[in-house]
């Protein structure tokens, strides 16, 4: 009878093989899905920070002095809030009608890609 060792030892070098590239496989996978789920957090974020902004907007009438809103002037008509992984801008648009007053919330990563837009309006106050 033969010695089937060498052949039991290619077997078993085959077989750790085929788990070596499995598992590098699984790895991959896992970065991947990583890479997704912390985007996926980062845009929530960012969608609750810019819906938060645009209900306090609302309820003080673009009043940005009204001390919630931590907004730096850029330009009139523009402001912008800064946060650590995104940016939200605050755009006044024309509306169309002198009654109502019409801004649009952006919210943006650093690398300028749109997590979130869209507007938010509100009656204006009529002189007497």
Partial sequence: MKNKSPLQMIEFVIMLLVFAVLSALCLRTFFYANG?????????EAIIEAQN????????????SAGEIDATALTDGHWQIEHENFTIDIVATESGSPLLAVYTITATDNSGEILAEFPVSWQKEVAK
């Fill in 36 to 44: 997704i789920s912390t985007k996926t957090a980062l845009r929530d």
């Fill in 53 to 64: 902004t645009a209900e306090l907007l609302s309820y003080h009438k673009g009043d940005f």
